[in-house]
């Protein structure tokens, strides 16, 4: 990561809704987040907390009901100049979780490879078109006689690899991948993984890397925040997640992960979250900067508690 730290793209107090009336359902409940640049900000939480819709909504493809989304000083949520939106599509690109479901089928490789470039980019040539693509397929590791084949001829880790090109032919500054791996064959996750670590390296790419495993999180990631629920409970840089988790959510996650030594794995003690275990009734929770870099939703009563923790560590 970058020693000097820029902010790239800055969330905040953001609400995503499903539904109206009756039916409304709030999905992402006032989060609060900055990514900077060069980093891998890493998104864990169980399945339905939110992580999806946050990246959806940072993209535009969801729109938000309330809080910003500011990227390189400019908000870019809600209603947005043509200009910007374009350059919103040219700079944040997003990595799907399942390449079996993401391509097209029926596109050949080069017309899902190129697709987003020819919205954007409408003068270019066919030659300038077909290089652009083999360079994008390159630069994943694929050969550019694939370009002209169809999806189904791809294994999994290949597939995932040509969303990948499809991302990198924006030439994005920014990349949501969310849960890029969790649909591939253990095997090939770590290739995977490595192209994106070398991809951000050559770059000086950001990441908002989404994810449920916290294993993964903690090989790649710079900072985690980890969501509950469409709140994000709690949010610090790896190292001192893992050292000193306070929340009790998190300690709850982090209690779960599966231990490489079999009797400690036997052992282990896996803690189950329990809400009850804050009184919130008047005494609100708030995000709270708890120690440096290391945030927190917590009362104040909570805030206390975790202060004292903290002087004992
Ligand atoms: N388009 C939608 N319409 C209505 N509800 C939605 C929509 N997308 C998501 N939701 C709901 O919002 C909540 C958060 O969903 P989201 O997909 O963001 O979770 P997630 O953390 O990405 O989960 P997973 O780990 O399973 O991918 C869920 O309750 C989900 O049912
Ligand atoms: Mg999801």
Known sequence: MADKKEIL???KDLHVSFGRGKSLFEAVKGVNFNIYK?????????SGSGKTTIGRAIIRMYPTSGGEVIFNGQKINGKISKELDKDVIH???MIFQDPMASLNDRAKVSDIVKEGLINVQKGLSEKEQQERVDKALLDVGLLPEFASRFPHEFSGGQRQRIGIARALIMEPSFIIADEPIS??????RAQVLNLLSKLQQERNLTYLFIAHDLSVMRFISDRIAVIEHGKIVELAPTEKLFAHPLH???QALLSAIPMPNPDLEQNKKVLVYDESVHDYSSDK???IEIEEEHFILANKK???EYRER????
Do not use: C, M
């Not at 060069?38 to 169980?46: D, K, N, S, W």
């Not at 903290?310 to 560590?313: E, H, R």
């Open 9 to 11: 793209l800055e969330v």
């Open 38 to 46: 060069g980093e891998t900000f890493g998104l864990v939480g169980e």
């Open 91 to 93: 700079n944040i690109q």
């Open 183 to 188: 649909a591939l064959d253990v095997s090939i």
């Open 248 to 250: 009790p959510y998190t």
């Open 285 to 287: 929770p708030e995000w």
């Open 302 to 304: 909570e805030a206390s």
């Open 310 to 313: 903290l002087k004992t560590l």
